[in-house]
């Protein structure tokens, strides 16, 4: 991965019931899932991966359908880019990897799948940072004017017919510099070498097919699941980290605690100083906070209990 990450981060694919997801892992202690966003992979980590690695076990994955993870076909519901789906690859890979309890970190689209995780399998995620998102749900609910310009690619990515696919296909790296350069205030300059590695797996027709499914997924089956949940009153048990970009939409847009606290039990977090890609733009604040919520291990052993 164009010499990124360090040496020790180790490589690997896990078979997760037949989908093949890429992965890294490096460090001792407790486990820690770290899940990317669009149009990423887990190359969005190199600046904060190694150093939370000297306190803890950092797993780094693509999730199904980006970087180099496999891309299955999707079907007229959409459920195999199901948040669920993608969820239970995360599972696997962790019990693959000898953790049947861990922390999760999950940017952008990895925030989704980390806020699903966490209420499919209580019992595996013991502590969830969800970085510059509030709920799916929430954001399709109070969507208005605003999320409709800010947030245009939730509807573009999800439209029917290839449509997506063919206009990003005719040149993804664009499509990846504009989206990417157009979320970034100040702070720490995208590296030229991870915007290289997300060109280069944005590239493959297999990828940007897979995305618009992320996407197609989130406004229909993954609302469906969201929906049952809330009927139910199943809720976020473990302790919840909420960061988000100061200058971001999310952050510009949301009451970002009071959001996730509709979802969740025990919500802390902040702004920080940046738009939309924290662990890039500001890689030493994000480590931090990070850092002192996991508290060397207390809160990825903190239990997340079971319903």
Not at 20 to 47: D, F, K, M
Not at 254 to 264: C, H, I, N, P, T
């Amino acid at each position: 991965m164009n010499g990124l990450l360090p040496e020790g981060f180790t490589r690997g694919r896990v078979d997760a019931d037949g989908v093949r997801i890429n992965v890294r892992t490096a460090g001792e202690g407790p486990p820690v899932l770290l899940l990317h966003g669009y149009p990423q992979t887990h190359a969005i980590w190199h600046l904060v991966a190694p150093r939370l690695a000297e306190t803890h076990t950092v797993v780094l994955t693509d999730l199904r359908g980006y970087g180099d993870s496999d891309k299955p076909p999707s079907d007229a519901g959409h459920g195999p880019y199901a948040k669920r789906a993608m969820a239970g690859d995360q599972l696997a890979v962790m019990r693959a990897l000898g953790f049947d309890r861990f922390a999760v970190v999950g940017h952008d689209r990895g925030g989704r799948v980390g806020h699903r995780l966490a209420l499919d399998h209580p019992e595996a995620v013991s502590a969830l940072a969800v970085l510059d998102i509030v709920p799916t749900r929430h954001a399709y609910r109070h969507a208005d004017a605003a999320f409709g310009t800010g947030y245009y690619h939730w509807f573009f990515l999800a439209a029917g017919n290839g449509i997506p696919e063919r206009l990003i296909g005719g040149d993804p790296e664009f499509w990846v510099r504009a989206r990417m350069e157009a979320r970034h205030h100040g702070g720490t300059p995208f590296s030229p070498a991870a915007m290289a590695e997300y060109v280069r797996c944005f590239s493959d027709p297999a990828a940007i097919h897979a995305s618009c499914e992320d996407y197609r997924a989130a406004a229909t089956v993954d609302l469906v699941h969201d929906d049952a949940d809330a009927a139910a009153g199943r809720r976020v048990a473990c302790p919840v980290l909420a960061l988000w970009g100061g200058h971001s939409f999310v952050g510009r847009h949301y009451d970002v605690l009071s959001a996730w606290r509709g979802y969740a039990d025990d919500v802390r977090g902040e702004a920080l100083d940046c738009d939309h890609y924290l662990p890039e733009e500001a890689p030493d604040r994000t480590t931090a906070l990070l850092r002192e919520f996991l508290g060397g291990g207390t809160a990825a052993r903190r239990a997340c209990p079971a319903r």
